[in-house]
């Protein structure tokens, strides 16, 4: 079985400039969640798909970011304009059900310069 | 609020026994998790504890008391590749999500 898949590993942008993560989970997991942790803090919560409905998006910082799962399978995080606070590494996790066995993937590194 | 407290790093000899602290004070508890993290990769799924008690999974054990908010792992005969970090997790707000303490980076020795 496939993991959880984020592209790509590495992203480096330039302050003002738009970036777009990808999170691809595990063929049939509903749950699909977006967490960030930044530089010395703990991983945060950033929002929880079910399918392509948004069920908890308390943890998006602002507006600049937005999140989109079309047809419940893979979901992209956009940031724009990115600032130097949102560098970090953000990670996407699936899990099926109400289960609570969540799957992290290894992240993606952004750094904003 | 929610917070999670665990220590920032832990050293220990290989061979030997190593408890991770873990303590909590969050609303709408509903389980703790256990994650293994190497550097530049994903956290991986060591334990949940819903209920009191310990328990055990070969080499490695956690243990929860709710009334207390308290957790611990416990990593036994040490190896050179458990050298990782270790966060504490609650699934808080009546919701799916985790609320991640900041992990214990943990150094095995020779």
């Known amino acids: 079985e496939a993991g959880v898949t984020q592209f790509p590993s590495h992203s480096v942008i330039e302050k003002g400039q738009t970036v777009t993560l990808r999170c691809d989970p595990i063929s049939g997991h509903d749950n699909l969640y977006w967490y960030r942790r930044v530089m010395g803090k703990e991983i945060k919560f950033l929002l929880h798909?079910?399918?392509?409905?948004?069920?908890?998006e308390s943890g998006m910082p602002n507006n600049r970011f937005l999140a989109e799962r079309t047809g419940g399978t893979y979901s992209t995080l956009k940031v724009q304009p990115a600032e130097l606070e949102d560098s970090g590494v953000y990670f996407c996790?699936?899990?099926?059900?109400?289960?609570?066995?969540?799957?992290f993937g290894s992240g993606t590194r952004l750094t904003v310069v | 609020g929610q917070n999670i407290d665990q220590p920032t790093e832990m050293t220990a000899t290989e061979g030997a026994i190593v408890q991770i602290n873990c303590t909590y004070q969050?609303?709408?508890?509903?389980?703790l998790f256990w994650y293994q993290q190497h550097a530049g990769e994903a956290p991986t799924f060591l334990s949940y504890?819903?209920?009191?008690g310990l328990e055990e999974k070969g080499r490695f054990s956690s243990f929860l008391s709710r009334s207390k908010g308290y957790s611990y792992l416990l990593l036994k005969e040490l190896q050179m590749k458990d050298s990782a970090s270790y966060l504490c997790a609650a699934i808080t707000g009546g919701g799916n999500k985790l609320t991640f303490g900041t992990g214990t980076q943990l150094k095995v020795e020779l």
């Open positions: 996790a699936s899990s099926q059900g109400s289960n609570y066995g969540y799957t």
């Open positions: 504890n819903v209920l009191d």
């Open positions: 969050t609303s709408g508890f509903n389980g």
């Open positions: 798909f079910v399918k392509e409905s948004k069920q908890d």
